[in-house]
């Protein structure tokens, strides 16, 4: 079965930090772009960050640049996103996928509070 599967979410205090982990089962994430996306409560998703096969990463969203990184490891076949300096905006339910995908997982839940 293909699938990407999200973890590594939680409770967390502001200012800490968590590290998210999006692990592909089924087939090789070598020679695809992923993205990271969240949706907080309330709102529309919104995409985090993006890399691209060759491990070119952009932070798309503004509020958490500079404090958010994604990067990728294909022999782990595994994508993170390494979150720092976390706010109290940043509770959401945080998925990873293809760009235009059109099915998504169940997401990591990442709650902020202290």
């Known amino acids: 079965q293909v699938q990407l599967v999200e973890s590594g979410g939680g409770l967390v205090q502001p200012g800490g930090s968590l590290r998210l982990s999006c692990t592909a089962s089924?087939?090789?994430?070598?020679?695809?772009?992923l993205n990271w996306y969240r949706q907080r409560p309330g709102k529309g998703r919104e995409l985090v960050a993006t890399?691209?096969?060759?491990?070119?990463?952009?932070t798309q969203l503004g509020p958490v640049q500079g404090r958010f990184t994604i990067s990728r490891d294909d022999a782990k076949n595994t994508v993170y996103l390494q979150m720092d300096n976390l706010k109290l905006e940043d509770t959401a339910v945080y998925y990873c996928?293809?760009?235009?995908?059109?099915?998504w997982g169940q997401g990591t839940q990442v709650t902020v509070s202290s």
């Open positions: 089924g087939f090789s994430l070598s020679g695809y772009r």
């Open positions: 996928n293809f760009p235009s995908a059109t099915s």
């Open positions: 890399i691209s096969s060759t491990g070119v990463r952009r």
